[in-house]
């Protein structure tokens, strides 16, 4: 089956919602989708907590706006796997192959955590940061839990203040950059709500330790997590505990760009004014272009829709309020930078690549990521390298592969098209 | 409509608030979802559908990533 | 000739057996990779060892790398992977199980072992193929191995008899007993050995070398899915027509599970790029001879460029134009199978030692003749 669109939104979280409102209100004929089962991204998925904060205010609203406009259709549980021709997408939904035609598409395709592997790190009950909030607000619960809070990032606090809200008793948040780091952070947001928000977290995570300039080096358990064991490199001390929610801030998820053959400068998508990429019809918004934040995505995905659906003025005005929230997001670059010790935190029996359990010990005898993908099958498995390859990326320097489709595993079926005749030259065979 | 979805894991009957994933059906059954290729019992990790840590076999399907698939009364699922 | 040193260009399979051969004979031998081993063509191919019998020399050169590979499986480590899963030729009508008798007779003539399968036997070998098929031919010594690996335990074997391996060393040129690096630095010995693949000719100009292009597409783990190599009759059609592009199926289980589908073949295209068309086909044909095949999750397609010769037989001796430069590529799609009987005989003519089978067939002398007598396109 094909569908054509005027706008089609790949990704709908903040980016691609704002991106979508604002064509559609344009009066294109615009498709949403996403691959998980509703929107609103990682950020505002699930149900509102009791708790009414900017985030969930501007869930609210943008839900409301995204669900009122009839020209958007909202495909969930699609995962775009392919680019098969000019201005067509190929996707998976419920199994099925869905091909979308578009004469402008949006890429909103978000981030993922940065994982770094480290000795425990596969063990159950540890989560991404990010992924034990997801675990919740899909119901897991939590009530009396000890949950560590661990990583980098400003959603470590985030996460711990929700986990509380839920019931879990957060023994520590732990986040890796210095003092000294997030102190020079909180003066160049005191201007902006921003230290309001992050205050906001602290406040309602009072009376749980905050380290910074700490980080966790071993979690420990036999069949699920026990404790944790962590670092601030002076002293290393071990904290009890059922969960452990770890994420080193974020990765851009750029391989749709980058199989549409749209230029990456230092893993971002290279966006100009109007974030139009560098080929034609096609736009980027939000932390595939820049790890920012929700605002941000926000504010580029209303300039990407906008442009996208040709009202350029439009577009143009909301220029200036995005590149000063773009002034947060290389704070943010500074401020959660890896610090060095973290590139010790593998040890030789750590297992690097999840799908594959290959260990740093294997993996860190080739000199770089196609050789030891070879060698090792390093990144060979259904995750195509996603998380060892981001961690390697860090830990050794290696630079990602070429992309390929399919980007995500897919059926065979869906791989072999939406059609079922073969073109003629290649049937020559079958008619022996 | 109501508020609990009924499944079975690994063939014993469980209940789980309506919407859980079946991920977090796993978690609340105390079952690891699948085991490594050298022997580890696994979970879910990301829960965004990225790590793949999370595939079980749905309904007799296998490999799925049971972060992204919520929960149906009667859905059988099963840990690899 | 006594040659005392040589250098090898290209470790990919090939390159490393020669360097493992000429090594383990006593040669002084340096082996040269642009990037690293097994990383080009040895990469992107299945890792089949068959015994195949387009032609005589095929079926001599194919029997004989089979042995070699068997004579050294006790000490292939595990990561190489080596399964004797055996492969399974299907017959889909009367007339293909023609073919399957013919082949079983000449397959036995030449000591092969193999066993007819009909329909009933050739369903409770392989439960997941079509119903109706008419039967099949199983040659249970052919084997299945993961070729990265392998290519890299040849380099170490090569190593071990004080080979010099040097990686991420592209060559310039190769003439007249010297080799000139990219960086500009010089090596000479007394014979140099072109293993350099699809790329040979960049090297010895003139070659009868052309690119064929092919596409792959691995799956999750579904162990048992198949248990033999499974290769239509078909393929014979397909691997051997020059021009067309075209597809036959071709599913390999490979040892952790997953399961590995072919095969394209294609002149025209030298980009890398996955062609969806292609891959539909494939999919299509696979689909036509194993129906649930379509419910597996694939996970990655890759491409690869076969080094393909005019009569399907590689090139191993002496160049044609320069008494220092020897060959060893043209091997098209089966470098795997036949890496290990093509270092054999490269260093059986270098050492003047007799080789078990007829080294004539292979050598590139035959499309100088060929082009002497008028008896060539």
Redesign the interface.
């Known amino acids: 089956m094909t569908r054509s669109f005027d706008i089609v939104v790949v990704g709908a979280g903040p980016a691609g919602i704002a991106a979508a409102c604002a064509a559609a209100e344009q009066g294109r004929r615009v498709a949403l989708l996403d ?3 509703a929107p609103g991204g ?1 950020i505002w998925r699930g ?1 509102s907590t009791a708790h009414r904060d900017a985030v969930s205010r501007a869930k609210e609203r943008w839900l409301h706006r995204l669900q009122q406009n009839p020209a958007i259709t909202s495909l969930h ?1 699609c ?1 775009v796997f ?1 680019v ?2 000019d201005g067509l997408l190929a996707a998976e939904q419920n199994g099925q192959r869905v091909d979308l035609r578009y004469s402008k598409v949006v890429l909103a395709t978000g981030a ?2 940065l ?1 770094l592997p480290f000795p425990g790190w ?1 063990l ?5 940061a ?3 909030q ?2 919740v607000k ?4 939590v009530r009396d839990q000890r949950v560590v809070v661990a990583g980098s990032g400003p959603l470590l606090l985030a996460v711990a203040a929700y986990l509380r809200e839920t019931g879990a008793r957060v023994s520590a948040v732990c986040e890796q950059a210095s003092w000294r780091s997030l102190l020079r952070f909180g003066a160049s947001i005191a201007h902006t709500s921003r230290l309001w928000q992050a205050a906001g977290y602290r406040w309602r995570t009072r009376g749980t330790p905050f380290h910074a300039g700490c980080w966790p080096v071993a979690a420990h358990g036999g ?2 997590l026990e404790s944790v064991t962590l670092s601030n490199g002076t002293r290393q001390w071990t904290v009890p505990c059922d969960l452990l929610a770890c994420g080193f801030h974020l990765v851009p998820n750029t391989e749709l760009a980058s199989l549409l053959g749209c230029t990456l400068q230092q893993g971002f998508v290279t966006v100009d004014a109007l974030q139009q990429t560098l080929i034609a019809n096609v736009f980027c918004a939000g932390e595939p272009t820049g790890i920012g934040g929700l605002e941000l995505s926000l504010a580029e995905g209303e300039v990407a829709g906008l442009a996208a659906a040709g009202a350029i003025r439009a577009a143009q005005a909301r220029i200036p309020r995005r590149d000063r929230l773009r002034a947060f997001a290389a704070q943010l670059a500074v401020t959660f930078a890896l610090r060095q010790e973290l590139h010790s935190l593998s040890k030789a029996d750590t ?1 690097v690549c ?4 290959v260990t740093w010990r294997t993996v860190s005898q ?3 990521w ?2 030891a993908k ?2 090792t ?1 390093c990144g ?5 390298g ?2 060892c390859g981001s961690a390697l990326n860090f830990l050794l320097e290696w630079s990602p592969d070429s992309v ?3 980007i995500f ?5 869906s ?3 939406p059609t ?1 005749s ?2 003629a ?6 008619e ?1 | 409509m109501t508020d609990t979805v009924r499944l079975t894991v690994n063939g014993r009957a469980l209940t789980v608030p309506a919407g859980a994933t079946v991920a977090v059906a796993l978690a609340i059954a105390g079952a690891a979802c699948r085991t490594s290729v050298s022997g580890e019992p696994r979970a879910a990790f990301c829960a965004m559908g990225i790590c793949f840590e999370c595939r079980a076999i749905v309904d007799g399907g296998p490999h799925q990533r049971t972060c992204q698939i919520v929960c149906r009364d009667g859905m059988e699922v099963r840990t690899e | 000739m006594a040659a005392r040193d040589a250098i090898v260009i290209g470790a990919g399979i090939v390159g490393a057996a020669c360097a493992a051969e000429l090594a383990h004979a006593g040669l002084r031998v340096t082996l040269l990779e642009q990037a690293q081993p097994g990383t080009d063509a040895t990469a992107a191919g299945m890792g089949h060892i068959v015994v195949m019998d387009d032609s005589p020399a095929q079926l001599a050169l194919t029997h004989l790398s089979r042995q070699l590979w068997d004579n050294l499986a006790p000490s292939l480590p595990d990561t190489v992977e080596f399964d004797r899963c055996g492969t399974l030729w299907i017959a889909q009508d009367e007339e293909e199980m023609a073919e399957v008798h013919r082949k079983h007779a000449t397959y036995g003539a030449a000591g092969v072992e193999t066993e007819i399968l009909d329909a009933a036997g050739l369903h409770a070998a392989e439960p997941n193929l079509a119903a109706g098929l008419a039967g099949g031919l199983l040659v249970p010594g052919d084997a299945v191995l993961y070729p990265p690996v392998a290519a890299r335990f040849l380099v170490e074997r090569a190593v071990a008899s004080s080979a010099k391996f040097l990686a991420d060393t592209p060559v310039a040129s190769a003439q007249n007993h010297t080799v000139t690096l990219r960086d500009g630095s010089s090596l000479h010995a007394d014979v140099i050995v072109n293993a350099a693949g699809a790329s040979a000719g960049q090297l010895t100009p003139g070659l009868p070398i052309r690119k064929r292009k092919g596409h792959l597409v691995i799956t999750d783990r579904y162990p048992g899915f198949c248990r033999h190599q499974l290769i239509e009759l078909g393929y014979l059609k397909s691997a051997h027509s020059v021009s067309a592009d075209s597809v036959a199926f071709n599913l390999q289980p490979r040892r952790t599970g997953q399961m590995l589908l072919g095969s394209s073949r294609q002149y025209t295209d030298e980009s890398s790029a996955v062609d969806g068309r292609i891959v539909q086909a494939m999919i299509e044909r696979a689909e036509h001879y194993a129906p649930g095949i379509g419910a597996l999750s694939a996970l990655r397609i890759w491409t690869g460029f076969r080094a393909a010769t005019p009569d399907k037989l590689p090139l191993i001796g002496p160049s044609l134009a320069d008494a220092s430069v020897w060959l060893a590529t043209g091997h098209e799609g089966l470098g795997i199978t036949t890496s290990l009987a093509t270092a054999r005989l490269l260093a059986d003519q270098l050492l003047g030692r007799p080789s078990p089978i007829a080294a004539e067939p292979y050598l590139p002398a035959r499309f100088e003749n060929a082009q002497k007598t008028g008896a060539h396109d």
């Open positions: 691959d998980n089962p990682q149900p549980g995962r392919d098969p021709g993922r955590e994982f596969t159950p009950g540890v989560y991404g990010g992924g034990l997801a675990m899909a119901g897991l619960p069949k699920t297992i999840r799908c594959e359990d080739y000199t770089g196609r050789a070879l060698q099958r060979m498995g259904p995750c195509q996603r998380i390929r489709p399919p595993p897919v059926s065979i079926a791989l072999a098209g079922a073969a073109p030259e290649l049937s020559a065979i079958q022996n």
